[in-house]
């Protein structure tokens, strides 16, 4: 279409040039020009014609020279605007079109992304200087700490030509980075000031004060003030913490001294609840580690003062009645060493005591001094034994149920119907178990104390005498005892013996002489069915020795034990005891009344 268009033009331009070259040669003839002159005019004319093809066509080539120019800016801008922006994956619209489109359309096709790309750019930029007034802002606030954030936010302004999505990644990660850097700067921060809050209002100190010591900005509460979180507050608030942590763990140890000392004398001096409340919120402080310690002005200087001058006037108090307090002490000890049956020193005996004090021999707390210490030596003397004591309660406890077994055996009407007769039964059951162990217990003991004596190179004493010599000699009256049943229990067999074989010589019912010629031996009793029965009885001297535990021994005096070894052999035994003379004259007397008796019939 294009093409026949320009024809049409071409014919109608020809036509008309040859319409006016005849009518030119007819006004040149109608002049009468020569033929010379025609040819002349026409050259010039045609030279004229020329220059003007000549102009147009310079002025073509210089339009089209421009659109090159113009087109191929527009291409490295767009390139470059490529590049900065990191848009690789744009295509530039005139390469593919090169060799087909013109140079107005490739201008026109090139333009408008080349404006996008730059408002694209703006808007990146903003990105950009708004990441940098961000990081300026940590930076400045963290002054000094990053050197590297500084030297990263000026190459930013100096390098322009890299605005792309990677670079800007980039700057994003290193922002985020410092704002959690900030986070946990001001976090720590915060931490710091709330612990260096704490000390201070423990240790009784201006907290303004003591903070404005290391950076005046962290009194500042407004919202135009920043926390200064910089390494050298950070460090300085570091340093007053540990400062003040000392300054808490010395003004403690003076206070738990302190403490100690009231304590001791609040015990001696019997104060009263009322004083003692005064301080209960120091006394107890040796209950609680440092750390632990975060009562406002419990280490105060005042709360010191005070405690100190509550023990000077207790110690001063103390000085006029040592006298007592010494007598209450020996009191104490002798009642440690009364539990644990041993016998306290006589150095600081009650009288001996007294005799000192008045005489002035005797510094009073020198003496009561001597007494804490015997009491201290009481009680590891305690603890050590603690142990054995409890098998000696243990082994006493089964004597007392031994004993009670004895004496509920003797009761004739133990099987009656009675009222708590099964209960007694049930216990009777239970004191023979307790009975039958008591042996192994007394051996067990005996190897635990002799272990025990082995370990601490001193024999172990209760009231004065070696354990092991009282269960030693436990031992051996329990042994007699149980060969003296042993015998009884023979002789009775004996006497049933006769019994039976007279009933079987004169009958069941034997006349009145020979029953008056039978001796009845002592202690016995005839029961309904006309049979003898043995009737336990406490003989006052003789027979066998009665069993003696250290509980026997309670109440007497220093020789009781020289006592108890004279009367192991004289004490009496529970149940009769029939010597073998009498049984064997019985049974003389009755093996010859036999012989001169006629035959039962």
């Known amino acids: 279409m294009l093409t026949l268009t320009n024809h049409t033009t071409n014919i109608h331009t020809s036509a008309t040039c040859n319409a006016l070259l005849k009518e030119l040669e007819q ?10 002159e025609k040819n002349r005019m026409l050259y010039e004319l045609e030279m004229e014609c020329l220059e ?5 066509v310079d002025e073509a080539t210089n339009t089209k020279a421009r659109l090159h120019q113009t087109v191929a800016a527009k291409e490295a801008e767009l390139a470059t605007l490529m590049a900065a922006l990191g848009e690789l994956n744009l295509h530039s619209p005139i390469k ?15 333009s408008p992304l080349v404006e996008d790309l730059k408002v694209k750019k703006e808007e990146r930029m903003k990105q950009f200087l708004d990441i940098k007034a961000q990081i300026d802002k940590i930076s400045s606030e963290m002054s000094g700490y ?21 670079k800007l990644t980039e700057y994003q990660l290193q922002l985020r980075s410092l704002q959690k850097e900030k986070s946990d700067r001001l976090h720590k921060v915060l931490e710091q000031m709330n612990e260096v809050h704490t000390l201070c209002g423990v240790l009784g100190l201006d907290f303004g004060q003591t903070v404005s010591d290391v950076d005046p900005s962290l009194q500042r509460t407004s919202l135009e003030h920043s926390t200064n979180i910089s390494s050298t507050t950070m460090e300085g608030l570091e340093q007053t913490i540990i400062k ?40 107890s402080i040796s209950k609680f580690s440092d750390d632990e310690i975060t009562e406002p002005g419990l280490l105060s200087s005042e709360t010191i003062d005070q405690a100190l001058a509550e023990v000077e006037r207790l110690t001063k108090l103390k000085a006029s009645r040592m006298k007592e307090l010494v007598m209450k002490r020996r009191s104490e000890l002798e009642e440690i060493c009364k539990m644990i049956h041993i016998e306290p020193d006589q150095s600081t005996a009650a009288e001996k005591s007294k005799a000192l004090i008045d005489s002035g021999l005797v510094d009073p707390s020198e003496l009561l001094a001597n007494i804490e210490t015997q009491i201290a030596l009481a009680k590891e003397e305690a603890a050590s034994r603690k142990e054995i004591m409890e098998r000696i309660d243990r082994w006493l406890a089964a004597c007392e149920e031994e004993n009670w077994l004895e004496e509920y055996n003797l009761d004739h009407n133990r099987y009656s119907a009675g009222r708590g007769a099964h209960l007694n039964l049930k216990r009777a059951e239970k004191a023979r178990v307790t009975a039958s162990k008591i042996p192994a217990i007394v051996d067990n003991l005996v190897t635990k104390t002799i272990n025990w004596e082995s370990l601490k190179r001193t024999p172990f004493n209760y009231d004065g005498v070696r354990l092991v010599s009282i269960l030693e000699d ?47 031996p002592s202690g016995y009793r005839a029961n309904g069915n006309g049979t003898m029965t043995p009737t336990p009885r406490r003989n006052s001297v003789g027979g066998t020795p009665e069993l003696m535990t250290p509980r026997s021994y309670s109440g007497r005096q220093n020789g009781y ?16 005891a029939i010597s073998k003379d009498d049984s064997m004259s019985a049974y003389t007397s009755i093996c010859s009344s036999e012989l001169g008796s006629p035959p039962h019939g």
């Open 474 to 520: 436990y031992k051996v009256t329990r042994q007699q005892r149980e060969e003296e049943k042993r015998r009884h229990k023979d002789q009775k067999k004996l006497q049933d013996l006769l019994l039976t074989e007279k009933e079987a010589l004169y009958g069941s019912k034997p006349s009145p002489r020979k029953v008056n010629s039978f001796r009845k």
């Open 561 to 576: 034990f020289k006592e108890m070894r004279r009367s192991l052999s004289t004490a009496p035994l529970n149940f009769v």
């Open 96 to 110: 593919p079109k090169k060799h087909l489109a013109s140079l107005k359309e490739m201008l026109a096709a090139v």
């Open 27 to 36: 006004i040149w003839t109608e002049i009468g020009e020569s033929e010379v």
């Open 244 to 283: 003040l942590k000392g300054e808490r763990k010395t003004r403690t140890n003076k206070l738990k001294d302190i403490v100690a000392s009231l304590v001791e004398l609040w015990n001696l001096m019997d104060s009263s609840k009322k004083d003692k409340n005064y301080f209960s919120k120091i006394s």
């Open 52 to 56: 003007i093809y000549r102009r147009k």
């Open 146 to 166: 990053n050197l590297q954030s500084n030297v990263f936010v000026k190459s930013l302004t100096l390098d322009e030509q890299d605005l792309s999505t990677r």
